[in-house]
């Protein structure tokens, strides 16, 4: 594998600021994504000295870092301590002290007592000189190390992180822009119960729901699927099972492979009966991460849950005979676990050939449900557009009134990749506050158990089916 050489410049991390980007094209020019720690958005660039000279003299920003990195840049990778409930917790270990056995363990430096970490080090010894630590605070951290293992670093990670790896060349800063935004506030204030879009959404069929998450998880013994770990077998025997079902609604469907050793991107597509570029896309991933050191990952809830209502919404649009005025897309996402690696590839494809897209929304993590809470839908609170966060809430309120609407700081699924093009996007998530799952990135992650909600995992597909059928405009032909 090429070794990935970024030219000599300085990381420089400061809070997300459009007019910072619009304002000065030097930065700009070197900026490499917005990344999350403890709520707030980060902008990660690696501009030149005099670039940054420039920047430093006119601004007040005492909370931005400059870094000067020691050793060639390899693939760098953004660590970060999602937002879980304090219910799910268990350990006492804050990311601090678990942030600093993981940097012993990839120095082969590992304490005795803590037999975690010398699976940690088994599993991906990098001798200390290997990575360069570049950033860190209380939560989160901003690592080089060489490519291979920045690919399977979300295998070693302790379960509340998450790693996205940072893409190996600028990327274009992109607003969403202001027509596309107009065209769902236009949707938005047209918006008001249609009977027939009722009674289309209420077909979906939960016992189906019940069959076809245990295909994925393997929870049937049918299919044979442990993991559908993006480079596991179960992930490809998920891939082409998917394919072939929602080929059977209608749809055309492609394996499209984005980076090599991953499973690919599942992309579906209804064309429109009308002769319009106009596309809406509704999409989750069907990747897993297990328990650290198990190769058992079912993935039910995530994002099996995601999935499941893709296949619902598809199986309905077959049984109604729902034909679309604009292209549908249903998208299957691999590559999510290791920093949305399929989403973004596919996104920046879809900005490339000019797609027009209407609105995306990424369905992660649906079905688990607190006991004692009400069912509930939660809505991104940073990432994405308010403008189809609203249009969501709304439809939501309309179809599925049984739902708690809220925000949720769990953050960044595949949306953020479609957010970051200029695309309007908006994610669904089962809960309106943090992470409460207790079986989250765990080997346990099963469909048949407490807390595991299908009345909760169908009232949020009505809402995506929903609002998919407002914004794309339908007829029944059934
Ligand atoms: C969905 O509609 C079809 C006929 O249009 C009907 O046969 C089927 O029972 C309905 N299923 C559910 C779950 O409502
Ligand atoms: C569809 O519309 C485009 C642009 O308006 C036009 O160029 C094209 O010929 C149309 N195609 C068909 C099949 O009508
Ligand atoms: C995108 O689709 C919308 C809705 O149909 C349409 O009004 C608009 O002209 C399209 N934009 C482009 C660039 O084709
Ligand atoms: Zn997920």
């Known amino acids: 594998m090429a070794k990935v050489v970024l030219p000599l410049a300085l990381l420089f991390v400061t809070p997300f600021d459009p007019s910072l980007l619009v304002d000065h094209s030097c930065l700009s020019?070197?900026?490499?994504?917005?990344?999350?720690?403890?709520?707030?958005?980060?902008?990660?660039?690696?501009?030149?000295?005099?670039?940054?000279?420039?920047?430093?003299?006119?601004?007040?920003?005492?909370?931005?870092?400059?870094?000067?990195?020691?050793?060639?840049?390899?693939?760098?990778?953004?660590?970060?301590?999602?937002?879980?409930?304090?219910?799910?917790?268990?350990?006492?270990?804050?990311?601090?002290?678990?942030?600093?056995?993981?940097?012993?363990?990839?120095?082969?430096?590992?304490?005795?007592?803590?037999?975690?970490?010398?699976?940690?080090?088994?599993?991906?010894?990098?001798?200390?000189?290997?990575?360069?630590?570049?950033?860190?605070?209380?939560?989160?951290?901003?690592?080089?190390?060489?490519?291979?293992?920045a690919r399977t670093i979300d295998t070693v990670l302790p379960r509340f992180w998450k790693s996205t790896l940072l893409p190996t060349s600028p990327v274009t800063f992109r607003p969403v822009v202001t027509s596309a935004i107009s065209h769902v506030e236009r949707i938005l204030s047209q918006l008001k119960f249609d009977p027939v879009v009722a009674s289309t959404v209420n077909n979906i069929s939960l016992a189906q729901m019940k069959k076809d998450i245990k295909f994925l998880t393997g929870e049937d013994g049918k299919s044979g699927i442990i993991s559908r770990h993006s480079f596991s077998t179960g992930a490809l025997t998920a891939a082409s099972w998917l394919k072939d079902l929602f080929q059977q609604t209608g749809a055309t469907c492609e394996l499209r492979p984005f980076l090599i050793g991953f499973a690919p991107n599942v992309i579906c597509r209804y064309p429109a009966v009308t002769n319009t570029t106009a596309t809406v896309l509704l999409s989750a991933h069907y990747d897993s991460r297990g328990s650290f050191g198990k190769t058992r990952a079912p993935g039910a809830d995530d994002d099996g849950s995601g999935i499941v209502a893709l296949l619902s919404i598809a199986r309905t649009i077959l049984r109604k005979g729902v034909k679309f005025y604009s292209n549908v897309e249903l998208v299957a996402f691999a590559g999510e676990e290791q920093g949305l690696l399929g989403s973004r590839a596919y996104a920046r494809e879809l900005r490339v050939a000019g797609a027009n897209l209407t609105l995306m929304i990424q369905a992660d993590m649906l079905a688990y449900r607190a006991p004692g809470e009400p069912p509930q839908l939660g809505l991104p609170d940073k990432i994405g557009s308010p403008i189809v966060t609203q249009l969501v809430a709304d439809v939501s309120a309309i179809y599925s009134p049984e739902l708690h609407v809220g925000f949720t700081p769990a953050c960044c699924s595949d949306h953020q990749s479609f957010h970051e093009q200029g695309f309007p996007a908006t994610q669904v998530f089962e809960r309106a506050g943090p992470i409460a799952d207790p079986m989250y990135h765990n080997s346990g992650d099963l469909s048949d158990r407490v807390g595991y909600d299908f009345g909760q995992l169908k009232s949020i597909a009505k809402v995506q089916f929903a609002t998919l059928l407002h914004t794309a405009g339908f007829k029944l032909s059934q």
């Open 29 to 149: 020019n070197n900026f490499y994504g917005n990344y999350h720690d403890a709520g707030k958005i980060w902008s990660v660039l690696l501009p030149d000295t005099q670039c940054l000279e420039t920047w430093t003299s006119k601004s007040q920003d005492t909370s931005a870092s400059i870094v000067q990195p020691k050793t060639e840049i390899q693939q760098l990778v953004w660590l970060e301590e999602e937002a879980v409930d304090v219910s799910v917790k268990t350990q006492t270990r804050s990311f601090q002290n678990e942030f600093d056995s993981f940097l012993d363990a990839l120095s082969d430096n590992i304490p005795p007592d803590n037999s975690d970490l010398l699976q940690l080090a088994m599993g991906m010894s990098i001798r200390s000189g290997e990575y360069e630590l570049l950033y860190r605070t209380p939560s989160a951290a901003l690592l080089s190390v060489s490519h291979d293992k």
